[in-house]
T-cell receptor
Framework: ETGVTQTPRHLVMGMTNKKSLKCEQH?????MYWYKQSAKKPLELMFV???????ENNSVPSRFSPECPNSSHLFLHLHTLQPEDSALYLC????????????FGQGTRLTVV | GDSVTQMEGPVTLSEEAFLTINCTYT??????LFWYVQYPGEGLQLLLK?????DKGSNKGFEATYRKETTSFHLEKGSVQVSDSAVYFC????????????FGQGTRLTINP
């Protein structure tokens, strides 16, 4: 148990569907992150939230829409995705201080058909 | 911008062999450095960290020393086990507005009995 829980673990969706990924942490952390992990590519930072405010959007297409209603919850809303968006989406949280580590969820394996 | 470069994988070793995975970084200021490990089907877990120059992080027989003069943080283990088979990620942490974690591309390690 890492303290960061992601749901669902697996998701298959059509290109016209709308779905949401959920991330929850009970570690008292202030910062939350979405990463995309594709085969044979580096881990890509997508979004950063600090105290519920978005502080980083790493040129992510608008078909990915994050939401952070409070410091414990982070969502990633998905709509009109492309097959190349199929990947493992990882959520992480941290205290937001430079010398502290991030704690990761187990990820959501997304397949777009 | 900040970046992390790891040696290309995959790396395949026999049990009890010596392991080195090279990691170099480019960053302004004084980042903290981390090694994470990802086992199949799981998210990333912190393996070890170092928060200032000449610090040595260690855990489970793995070690890495923060070398500011060579901007490196190489991972080493004297005698690897089959259970060490995983993907290893080097990462740095900076404060740019909020805490930002930048990862290397990952190195897949396979240990044969």
């Amino acid at each position: 148990e890492t303290g960061v829980t992601q749901t669902p673990r697996h998701l298959v969706m059509g290109m016209t569907n709308k779905k949401s990924l959920k991330c929850e942490q009970h570690l008292g952390h202030n910062a939350m992150y979405w990463y995309k992990q594709s085969a044979k590519k580096p881990l890509e930072l997508m979004f950063v939230y600090n105290f519920k405010e978005q502080t980083e959007n790493n040129s992510v297409p608008s078909r990915f829409s994050p939401e952070c209603p409070n410091s414990s919850h982070l969502f990633l809303h998905l709509h009109t995705l492309q097959p190349e968006d199929s990947a493992l989406y990882l959520c992480a949280s941290s205290q937001g201080v430079v010398n502290t580590e991030a704690f990761f969820g187990q990820g959501t394996r997304l397949t777009v058909v | 911008g900040d970046s992390v470069t790891q040696m290309e994988g995959p790396v395949t070793l026999s049990e009890e062999a010596f392991l080195t995975i090279n990691c170099t970084y480019t960053a302004t200021g004084y980042p903290s450095l981390f090694w994470y490990v990802q086992y199949p089907g799981e998210g990333l877990q912190l393996l070890l960290k170092a928060t200032k120059a000449d610090d040595k992080g260690s855990n489970k027989g793995f070690e890495a020393t923060y070398r500011k003069e060579t901007t490196s943080f190489h991972l080493e283990k004297g005698s690897v086990q089959v259970s060490d088979s995983a993907v290893y990620f080097c990462a740095l942490s900076q404060i740019q507005g909020a805490q930002k974690l930048v990862f290397g591309q990952g190195t897949r390690l396979t240990i044969n009995p």
